[in-house]
């Protein structure tokens, strides 16, 4: 079987190259989104005192309930109503339905481990968008995040939000590399279909 994928190597990668520049092409008409990073730490307080690995882990349970509340109806009422100024017609012109799955896609937000910090990114279509909707979302947590997970926590914002210098959707190299993938695989079940149907090799 490997002697039949080194003889049409050339055709395998044509293939491969192929459907790569045509996943390319295609994100090349995609709308662009450029990210901004903010990041939040998040200190866990205890009256009764504990030891600071003690608290760092329960930072990291308030961060993991924080990255869910952020996806939340709920939430993306209470940046809405921020007063920092953002475009807020991409979520307003949709569907309840439709609008909640491109806040989910508009907003992410992950834990830094052993640490207490939460990265938060946003996308947008421009950079300044990206930066004002990221100001907005970070002031949103840290002002109205102890409603989601109680009073015996603090929340700071400690890196303003930091555009991306290039467009971060569409990924043009992850795009280009899972067409080229496809184009591979394709290109292979090709080769071991045409061997099967001319009896080349009975292994096959």
């Known amino acids: 079987m490997f002697s039949i994928f080194f003889k049409q190597s050339k055709l395998i990668l044509t293939w491969?190259?192929?459907?790569?520049?045509?996943?390319?092409?295609?994100?090349?008409?995609?709308?662009?989104?450029y990210s901004a990073d903010s990041q939040v730490l998040i200190i866990s307080r205890d009256r009764n005192g504990v030891d600071p690995y003690t608290q760092v882990k329960s930072a990291?349970?308030?961060?993991?309930?924080?990255?869910?509340?952020?996806?939340?109806?709920?939430?993306?009422?209470k940046v809405m109503e921020s007063v920092l100024p953002f475009n807020?017609?991409?979520?307003?012109?949709?569907?309840?339905?439709?609008?909640?799955?491109?806040?989910?896609?508009?907003?992410?937000?992950?834990?830094?481990?052993?640490?207490?910090?939460?990265n938060i990114r946003v996308y947008s279509t421009t950079k300044d968008d990206a930066t004002a909707l990221s100001a907005a979302v970070t002031d949103a947590v840290v002002s109205r995040g102890w409603e989601y997970v109680g009073g015996d926590v603090a929340l700071k914002a400690v890196n303003s939000p930091l555009v991306s210098r290039?467009?971060?959707?569409?990924?043009?190299a992850l795009n280009f590399l899972g067409g080229f993938i496809i184009g591979l695989l394709f290109a292979c079940f090709w080769v071991v279909r045409s061997a099967r149907a001319v009896g080349y090799g009975k292994n096959i």
Do not use: C
């Not at 990291?60 to 009422?77: A, C, H, M, P, W």
């Open 16 to 33: 491969g190259i192929i459907l790569g520049l045509a996943a390319l092409a295609v994100s090349l008409f995609l709308p662009r989104y």
């Open 60 to 77: 990291e349970r308030i961060s993991e309930n924080l990255i869910q509340v952020v996806k939340t109806t709920d939430f993306y009422g």
């Open 88 to 118: 807020h017609d991409r979520w307003i012109k949709l569907s309840d339905r439709d609008a909640r799955k491109q806040w989910q896609k508009d907003v992410d937000a992950n834990v830094v481990y052993n640490t207490g910090l939460m």
């Open 166 to 172: 290039f467009p971060s959707r569409p990924n043009y």
